[in-house]
């Protein structure tokens, strides 16, 4: 008699959820316009201090008011576009009817990834605005960085988002300088922190960030040889991001944190 051993397949289960990332702290907007990939024109929240106050002294009636200067709410914001695709090589045997959905399974894995480089990158180049140099920080004065980028956001910005990648962010968890809030990530005062790969040891402060993904492209199989079972499989995405914020009036800051290892 032939012992059998049956196969029993793993439950399926929840993927854990990515703490402080890029699409966790900002998800994107589904747009189905396949005009995204131009780029996003859009009327942007006003990004700064929208009142202003006169007066304060003993008796307020006495004190003759200064003119008041109107500010500017016509402003647009525009977003830059990224394709983000997935190719793939395949040479086994009637697989021409599961090549699409593998392919949709690699890509969805290493998306956000690749957007979250591709983000940082551009940020890093200048294409969100002029990047200010902040203070130099090492070992130690590191600690000081968060507190240096919350006082920032919270004097100059209506609304702020501090940019750190996943090992300056993992610093601020064991100096007690950050907190978990579900599965994002904010200062202690409630500024939310967005773990981005690709920063190296810059830690950036932006506005609002916002976010529109398109629709992802049915994947397509193209025979490369004839009569071979060799085929390239495609899927493709557009994604368009934007900062909010004036580059003049408010520009990307960027801290230098240099961390020692004992």
Not at 226 to 231: A, G, L
């Amino acid at each position: 008699m032939v012992a059998t051993t049956a196969l029993i397949p793993a439950p399926p289960l929840l993927a854990p959820s990515r703490v402080g990332r890029l699409f966790t702290q900002f998800p994107p907007n589904e747009a189905s316009d396949p005009h995204i990939g131009l780029g996003v024109v859009f009327e942007r929240d006003v990004q700064i201090n929208g009142s202003a106050v006169w007066g304060g002294g003993a008796n307020a009636c006495e004190t003759p008011a200064p003119p008041k200067v109107a500010v500017d709410i016509a402003g647009t914001q525009v977003g830059i576009p990224y394709t983000v695709f997935q190719m793939a090589k395949c040479r086994m045997v009637n697989t021409w009817d599961t090549l699409g959905g593998r392919l949709g399974e690699l890509f969805e894995i290493g998306e956000q990834r690749t957007v979250e480089e591709a983000f940082a990158a551009a940020l890093i180049a200048g294409a969100y605005g002029a990047s200010a140099a902040g203070p130099t920080a090492t070992d130690a004065g590191a600690k000081a960085v968060f507190a240096v980028a919350e006082n920032y956001i919270r004097t100059r910005m209506a609304y702020g988002v501090i940019l750190a990648s996943p090992e300056v962010i993992m610093y601020g968890f064991f100096n007690d300088l950050l907190v978990r809030d579900g599965d994002k990530v904010k200062t202690q005062l409630g500024t939310p922190v967005v773990a981005l790969p690709g920063l190296g040891d810059d830690v950036y402060v932006t506005g609002q960030i916002n976010i529109w993904r398109g629709p992802r492209s049915e994947p397509r199989a193209v025979q490369e040889v004839p009569f071979t079972n060799e085929f390239d499989v495609l899927t493709e995405r557009i994604y368009t991001i934007s900062v909010e914020g004036d580059a003049a009036a408010m520009p990307i800051v960027k801290w230098t944190v240099t961390l020692t290892v004992a």
